[in-house]
């Protein structure tokens, strides 16, 4: 029960590297052409980051709970927070140089 907040993250993070097009937002980040999508790819990203970090809060206090007040368990469960959060800011960042490498994608050049 602990990592299925973690796998939901992983997949609505494959799913936003997988999925062209996002609703569309009237948040906007960049400009071009492709705007909008990006756009849209961006807000897709951050709301996947915020639940990820939301589900990573619960799965600590949880883990937290179940150590029953073992220090070592506690500690290792510290760390294991800490690991998942750079983790999952990592993946935030990726996600949104994808959004903006979706830029580039099309008939430029030509």
């Known amino acids: 029960m602990r990592y299925l ?4 993250f992983v997949l609505s993070l494959v799913s936003c590297k997988l999925s062209p097009s996002a609703p569309a ?4 980040t960049l400009s071009s052409g492709r705007g909008n999508e990006i756009s849209a790819c961006v807000v ?5 980051y915020r639940e990820a970090r939301r589900a990573e809060r619960i799965r600590f206090r949880e883990a937290i709970v179940d150590c029953g007040g073992d220090s070592l368990c506690i500690s ?11 983790e999952t800011r990592a ?3 990726a996600s949104i ?5 979706q830029q580039g994608e099309g008939a ?3």
């Open 108 to 110: 430029g050049g030509q």
């Open 97 to 101: 140089l994808n959004c903006q490498h």
């Open 25 to 28: 937002d009237n948040y906007s």
């Open 44 to 48: 897709e990203a951050n709301m996947s």
């Open 91 to 93: 993946d935030h960042i």
């Open 76 to 86: 290792v469960e510290t760390q294991i927070n800490k690991s998942i959060l750079e």
């Open 5 to 8: 907040f973690l796998l939901v």
